[in-house]
């Protein structure tokens, strides 16, 4: 009998142990791996997907009087960047998410005011209503209108108009007085409106919009800047004592002594593969160090970097000088000439694809038969999904709740 109850013992031990080790649906995440589908309603980026994956989504392309407001639906994997381009990782569930959108009165008025010494191109968009004035500064090479001509810098004009923000923008002096070689900058070695021209025309041009009833001094201000412009941000945005200052593509390093000594919140928006020869990748890390450093002295500070993204079909149509259709048959094109990988990354940057059409035209002719205004928006997109060395309007709402709220990051 013992060696019965003894069997009998041992059996129901070996049951309790196959049950409990044995694995369920519920815990097995072989089983949670799906495939899920994204659903994309008035945008891009509708899929199958695994548990895990990376996902982007894009919002669809905006006209000169809209601009995207947020995503709503299942966003709660979203991690709070609510842009037009966002990313995301698939969780073990369907997701679906609408683009919604906004009327923007955009314009801009375009005169010569004088500065300093010398009449300045100034393009502006004020209203009695402003709660705050944000200036544009453009890179070492452009002007003025590099703001109003290219498609991501009118994004975030859009975004400040419909946030509330008036804008002014003008020109390095070196540009006006086509000085400086081929790449024209802003001066902040000296951080003195007596003797430094851009810091003074910025004071003259102010004011004449101040007296014309435009604006007004009470305002608070800001800036923001690309390149060359983003480190003239943060000299400007320290010397005047701006609310905030946000620096695109710089480190810091070119603002003479005003990061060292600012009291100012600086944003630094980063490009994760930046190939620029005097920012590049070290200076990302750079920008990154020093937004630590300001944070370390009680000043407020944050930084984001925008990542590679697949390329999608109607990319190049966000410029309605290209449309829909002419945008995916650029994209078929480009894929057909093995420039994509699997996922629809573009290696390299735009570089690679005017290499390719140079030595194969034959094989572009949707590509070579652009017009230089749809070659240059071609390039602008490609250098965004590359993240190469350029103004990108992925982060917009992010920096807009920087100018709000520069603390609350």
């Known amino acids: 009998m013992k060696s019965i109850a003894s069997i ?3 059996c129901l031990f070996t049951l309790i142990f196959i049950v409990s080790c044995t694995p369920t649906t519920v815990n097995n995440p072989l089983a949670n791996s799906g495939p899920y589908t994204v659903t994309v309603n008035n945008g891009y980026g509708s899929a199958t997907y695994t548990t895990g994956d990376t996902v982007h989504i ?130 902040t070695a000296s951080l003195d409106s007596n003797t430094n021209a851009d810091f003074a025309n910025l004071i003259a041009i102010t004011d004449t919009l101040c007296n014309r009833g435009l ?14 412009g983003g480190s003239a941000s943060i000299a400007f945005s320290s010397y005047f004592g701006f609310k905030a200052g946000v620096a695109y593509c710089a480190a810091g390093g070119a603002a003479g002594s005003a990061l060292s000594a600012t009291n100012t919140p600086i944003l630094f928006c980063l490009e994760q593969l930046d190939n620029n020869s005097l920012m590049g990748q070290a200076g990302d890390a750079n ?41 995916q048959q650029i994209f078929a094109e480009i894929k057909a000439n093995n420039l994509l990988d699997s996922k629809n990354h573009f290696s390299g940057y735009y ?13 572009f002719p949707i590509t070579a038969a652009l017009n230089a205004a749809q070659l240059n928006v071609l390039y602008e997109q490609l250098n965004c999904v590359t993240t190469a060395h350029q103004f990108f309007s992925d982060h917009n709402i992010n920096t807009i709740k920087f100018l709000n709220s520069p603390c609350s990051f």
């Open 351 to 363: 570089s690679r694809l005017t290499a390719a059409v140079k030595a194969n035209p034959q094989g």
């Open 58 to 187: 894009w919002s669809r392309e905006c006209n000169n009087s809209q601009t995207f407001t947020k995503w709503s639906g299942d966003t709660a994997s979203f991690a709070g960047k609510n842009e037009w381009h966002t990313w995301f990782i698939m969780p073990a569930q369907n997701v679906t998410v609408t683009a919604g959108f906004q009327f923007v009165n955009y314009s801009m008025i375009h005169e010569k005011i004088m500065g300093k010494n010398i009449l300045k191109n100034v393009y502006y968009n004020l209203s009695p209503t402003n709660k705050g004035i944000v200036y544009l500064f453009h890179g070492a090479g452009g002007s003025a209108s590099y703001w109003v001509d290219n498609y991501e810098p009118v994004a975030m004009i859009k975004d400040l108009i419909a946030n509330g923000f008036g804008v002014i923008i003008t020109e390095a002096e070196e540009v006006s007085l086509q000085s400086g070689g081929s790449t024209p900058r802003w001066n």
């Open 215 to 228: 604006t007004n001094h009470s305002l608070s201000r800001y800036s923001i800047g690309q390149s060359n």
């Open 287 to 327: 920008a990154i160090a020093n937004s630590g450093t300001l944070k370390s002295k009680g000043i407020c500070s944050a930084y984001f970097t925008n990542i590679l993204s697949p390329l999608y079909p109607e990319r190049f149509a966000r410029n309605n000088v290209i449309s829909v259709a002419l945008s």
């Open 8 to 10: 009998l013992v041992i």
